[in-house]
């Protein structure tokens, strides 16, 4: 079983930056692939971003590519959401994910789906104001 514990969430201006962390609590959290999902009001769960079991490897959707970074610090057992330059479009619940069966995941058509990963945090409500 791993529990994910999110952080970092709350309010910005348009043009601004915050980051996000997700402590988990899993024994081999260094094998896991990780990612993060959003979810705005009224509309489904959307893929954010996938780094791989040691941070080597990265990817983003095409409406964050280039503004948010992430990141994973395996001796804490901890993944990271660096966003930057954030847009009220980006205002959204954003969830953090662990995929125990796979060490890495990548994209197909731009797209990961939700079911490749088995535990999810409780989510952080990040808010952009214009």
């Known amino acids: 079983q791993v529990q994910l514990v999110e952080s970092g969430g709350g309010l910005v201006q348009a043009g601004g930056s915050l980051r996000l962390s997700c402590a988990a609590s899993?024994?081999?959290?260094?094998?896991?692939?990780m990612g993060w999902f959003r979810q705005a009001p009224g509309k489904e769960r959307e893929f954010v971003s996938t780094?791989?079991?040691?941070?080597?490897?990265?990817y983003y959707a095409d409406s964050v590519k280039g503004r948010f970074t992430s990141s994973r610090d395996n001796a804490k057992n901890t993944v990271y959401l660096q966003m930057n330059s954030l847009k009220p479009d980006d205002t959204a619940v954003y969830y953090c994910?662990?995929?125990?069966?796979?060490?890495?995941?990548?994209?197909?058509?731009?797209?990961?789906?939700?079911?490749?990963?088995?535990?999810w945090g409780q989510g952080t409500q990040v808010t952009v104001s214009s």
């Open positions: 994910a662990a995929a125990p069966r796979y060490g890495t995941i990548a994209p197909t058509n731009g797209v990961v789906r939700e079911g490749l990963y088995d535990y």
């Open positions: 899993g024994r081999t959290f260094n094998s896991y692939a």
């Open positions: 780094i791989n079991y040691s941070g080597s490897s990265t």
